[in-house]
């Protein structure tokens, strides 16, 4: 089979490492239009895509797919209005989702493209919540999960360091409440997440950083948490799997949030900051993270996932892909 990261985002790095590690497929050949992304795929032949503009990288990924185009292509990223052309001559297609689901029903302008022209594609979720709305726009729709990279580092950070500021821009009432719930530690944030206006009178419990400097190195030894500033009804971010893999405990703040974890991530621990806040310490989820139980629920979760990414791409090699929850 062939897979295909169409987008190529390094930024994807750390996510196709989880995927190539959980899905356990070992016979593939890898395209992608990025250097590192194929050094990541060690189990098949990689094919080196030259990236150019939009329509040129289309048509490198188009000449591609027409020479694999009796077997099954996943795509794990695609650009969501040029990939239905492809499907009228691949017919044993499977796409990923990440942010290319739209949040609304036929709300949206890509919403309606999705319902007039992917009805020949096989879509793998990564969040039961995109599934729920694929199925209102009459997609063949499964639902994958989202993998976890077991080989990460470790993170060797006690309570006591940095809570690390993920996401969307922060509020400094929103700063203040996390700084209230956990005192003891100080708030990593990115210097352009703070709101316009409340950027000249920063809070001692709040230190700026670039961004490549946590994500690169710090977060290892400097940084006890990782709070989710981040809100979609509908999929979770990176950092959900990273937090696990890193061995980091997650904060939320939003209950649309904690039910995509939680229905994601099944078993997993979390701290929630609403109504009914869950009152354990840093400490207490760290160990929890660190132990054989989440070892070993990791395991499981990786292996349903695999099963559940060799379902779809055996359901679209059969032709036998129909819409299913």
């Known amino acids: 089979m062939l897979i295909i990261d169409w987008v190529s985002t390094n930024y994807h790095e750390l996510f196709n490492r989880a995927f190539f590690n959980a899905a356990g497929i070992d016979s593939y050949k890898f395209a992608s239009f990025s250097p590192l992304l194929n050094s990541i795929a060690d189990k098949g032949d990689t094919i080196r895509l030259n990236r150019g503009g939009r329509i040129s990288n289309f048509i490198e990924v188009m000449k591609l797919c027409w020479e694999f185009r009796k077997k099954p292509i996943l795509f794990l990223t695609y650009d969501s209005f040029l990939v239905p052309f492809i499907s009228i001559f691949c017919p044993f297609l499977i796409l990923f989702e990440h942010n290319t689901t739209p949040e609304h029903r036929l709300k ?95 809070p001692q419990y709040i230190e700026l950083h670039d961004e490549a400097w946590v994500e690169q190195y710090d977060i290892l030894n400097k940084v006890s948490a990782i709070y989710i500033n981040f809100e979609s009804p509908i999929r979770g971010s990176g950092w959900y799997n990273d937090s696990i893999g890193y061995n980091i405990p997650v904060i939320f703040n939003s209950p649309n949030v904690v039910d995509i974890y939680r229905s994601t991530f099944q078993g997993f621990p979390y701290i929630y900051l609403g109504a009914d806040t869950n009152e354990q310490s840093l400490t207490e989820i760290l160990d929890q993270l660190r132990s054989d139980k989440i070892r070993l629920l990791t395991i499981d979760h990786n292996r349903k996932f695999s099963e559940r990414v060799r379902k779809c791409i055996n359901l679209s090699f059969r032709g036998k892909a129909t819409i299913s929850s």
């Open 108 to 202: 949206s302008k890509h919403a309606i493209w999705q319902w007039l022209c992917f009805r020949r594609v096989i879509r793998c979720t990564q969040y039961l919540q995109q599934l729920d709305i694929l199925k209102t726009i009459g997609q063949k729709a499964l639902y994958g999960g989202s993998p976890i990279n077991m080989s990460l580092p470790k993170a060797l950070c006690p309570d006591g360091g940095f809570i690390y500021v993920a996401g969307r821009k922060l509020k400094l009432s929103e700063a203040e409440k996390l700084h209230k719930r956990f005192p003891g530690n100080r708030l990593l944030v990115r210097k352009n997440s703070l709101q316009d206006g409340e950027r000249n009178d920063i």
